[in-house]
C-alpha cells in the first residue's frame, strides 16, 4: 500500500515552454502533497505544499508564479514549470501524506526535467 | 527549527563487512527520524523510521538504526554490506510537537560504496 506515481518519469522541452508533472496517490487519499527540487548530488529542498482545495504553500526563495501547483483532488496534484530555462532542470520529487497518518509521507519515483 | 547533519559524505566499506552512515539531528521537540535510500534517478525508497518506543529500530534490506536522544543521533547500520547497497542515503527529521510543520528536513545525504 501508500504508493505515489508520477508521470512523467522523464521530460525535455525547450526553453520558453511549460511543462505538467503529476503527481498521484494510488491506493490512499492524500490532504496533503509536496513537491521537492534536488539538483544533482544534493539532497531534496522543499518547494511547496499543497492541501487538496487549497492554494500551495509556497517555501522562501520559490517563484509561485513560474511553478504552478494545483491539488485539485485527493490523489492528483500537479506541478507546471511555466516559461522553463535551463536552471529549472533538476529532479522534481513530489510526496503524500494521508490525513489517516501524522508523521509519514510516501515518496514518487521523481521526475527528470531537462531543458534545452 | 529543525536540522539534520550527516557529517560524511562518502563512506566506503568493503562487501561483507559492517556499516555505519551516521545522522545527528536537532529538534525543539520530540523527534521523529527516518531513513530513506536512493538509488540513480530514482524517488526516495523508506528503510525505517523511528517514532516511540525501542531505540533499535529494524527496517528494510537487514538495516537497523538506533535512537540515541543523549547524542541526538540517529545511525543507521547494518552487520553485512552488499555492493547492492551502494547508494545514496538521507536521514530526515520531523518535529512531532509541530503540528503546522508537515514536512520533513532531510540531511544533505550520505553516499554509500560497498566494494566487492
Known amino acids: 500500500g501508500a504508493v505515489v506515481s508520477q508521470h512523467p518519469s522523464w521530460v525535455i522541452c525547450k526553453s520558453g515552454t511549460s511543462v505538467k508533472i503529476e503527481c498521484r496517490s494510488l491506493?490512499?487519499?492524500?490532504?496533503?502533497m509536496f513537491w521537492y527540487r534536488q539538483f544533482p548530488k544534493q539532497s531534496l529542498m522543499l518547494m511547496a505544499t499543497s492541501n487538496e482545495g487549497s492554494k500551495a504553500t509556497y517555501e522562501q526563495g520559490v517563484e509561485k508564479d513560474k511553478f504552478l501547483i494545483n491539488h485539485a483532488s485527493l490523489t492528483l496534484s500537479t506541478l507546471t514549470v511555466t516559461s522553463a530555462h535551463p536552471e529549472d532542470s533538476s529532479f522534481y520529487i513530489c510526496s503524500a501524506r494521508s490525513g489517516d497518518s501524522s508523521y509519514e509521507q510516501y515518496f514518487g519515483p521523481g521526475t527528470r526535467l531537462t531543458v534545452t | 527549527a529543525q536540522s539534520v547533519a550527516q557529517p560524511e559524505d562518502q563512506v566506503n566499506v568493503a562487501e561483507g563487512n559492517p556499516l555505519t552512515v551516521k545522522c545527528t539531528y536537532s529538534v525543539s521537540g520530540n523527534p521523529y527520524l527516518f531513513w530513506y535510500v536512493q538509488y540513480p534517478n530514482r524517488g526516495l525508497q523508506f528503510l525505517l523510521k523511528?517514532?516511540?518506543?525501542?531505540?533499535l529500530v529494524k527496517g528494510s534490506y537487514g538495516f537497523e538504526a538506533e535512537f540515541n536522544k543523549s547524542q541526538t543521533s540517529f545511525h543507521l547500520k547494518k552487520p553485512s554490506a552488499l555492493v547492492s547497497d551502494s547508494a545514496l542515503y538521507f536521514c530526515a527529521v520531523r518535529d512531532w510537537e509541530d503540528n503546522y510543520g508537515q514536512n520533513f528536513v532531510f540531511g544533505p545525504g550520505t553516499r554509500l560504496s560497498v566494494l566487492p
Open positions: 491506493d490512499f487519499q492524500a490532504t496533503t
Open positions: 523511528y517514532i516511540t518506543g525501542d531505540n
